[in-house]
T-cell receptor, first 110, second 113 residues
Framework: SQQGEEDPQALSIQEGENATMNCSYK?????LQWYRQNSGRGLVHLIL?????REKHSGRLRVTLDTSKKSSSLLITASRAADTASYFC??????????FGQGTTLQVKP | EAQVTQNPRYLITVTGKKLTVTCSQN?????MSWYRQDPGLGLRQIYY???????DKGDVPEGYKVSRKEKRNFPLILESPSPNQTSLYFC????????????FGSGTRLTVV
């Protein structure tokens, strides 16, 4: 089952530009996680933000969480061609099941 | 290197021929899970295990079996594969589940003809 919407579904930018992806979810959460998936490969955990946090940074990644709006955003600054991938937000249920958004496909042109 | 190892990476098989996809993690994680990823349907959980000898059904368990006899291994068994089980499969593990990030394997692309 999908947790919610990710916006945009696809994003194409030039190297060096910033990329912003948004995620909405439906239920109350303990934390929200972002993953990257290169085509046909496994998902890579990028960052986890807990429900009592509003913003978190990791390298060129910045994640925000607004629990009142049930939404999160992922900002990738100074993008590189190697950032080309699909990005998913996910929230864990109480059984540990990750409920994924539909994903944003990011293309970074050299 | 901390990782989840899945094998095989690619598999083509025929309907009804039993197969096992292996999954092993070296991080002493308690929680392990299997997902399948299909176009338009996204990632769906098949089975999960909160610890050794504890397994439970996810959203799409029909046609699959799992076992967790050791903490590090969580094989996925297809007793009688059918074409609708053609998919990309991922094993994932987490220290304890809900409050922690997950490490995914590289995936197994299964085709059942």
């Amino acid at each position: 089952s999908q947790q919610g919407e990710e916006d945009p579904q696809a994003l194409s930018i030039q190297e060096g530009e910033n990329a912003t992806m948004n995620c909405s979810y439906k239920t109350s959460i303990n934390n929200l996680q972002w993953y990257r998936q290169n085509s046909g490969r496994g998902l890579v955990h990028l960052i986890l933000i807990r429900s009592n946090e509003r913003e978190k940074h990791s390298g060129r990644l910045r994640v925000t969480l607004d629990t009142s709006k049930k939404s999160s955003s992922l900002l990738i600054t100074a993008s590189r061609a190697a950032d080309t991938a699909s990005y998913f937000c996910a929230t864990p249920s109480n059984t540990g099941k990750l409920i994924f958004g539909q994903g944003t496909t990011l293309q970074v042109k050299p | 290197e901390a990782q989840v190892t899945q094998n095989p990476r690619y598999l083509i098989t025929v309907t009804g021929k039993k197969l096992t996809v292996t999954c092993s993690q070296n991080m002493n994680h308690e929680y392990m899970s299997w997902y399948r990823q299909d176009p338009g349907l996204g990632l769906r959980q098949i089975y999960y295990s909160m610890n050794v000898e504890v397994t439970d059904k996810g959203d799409v368990p029909e046609g699959y079996k799992v076992s967790r006899k050791e903490k590090r291994n969580f094989p996925l068994i297809l007793e009688s594969p059918s074409p609708n089980q053609t998919s990309l499969y991922f094993c994932a593990s987490s220290l304890k589940g809900e409050g922690y990030g997950y490490t995914f394997g590289s995936g197994t692309r299964l085709t059942v003809v």
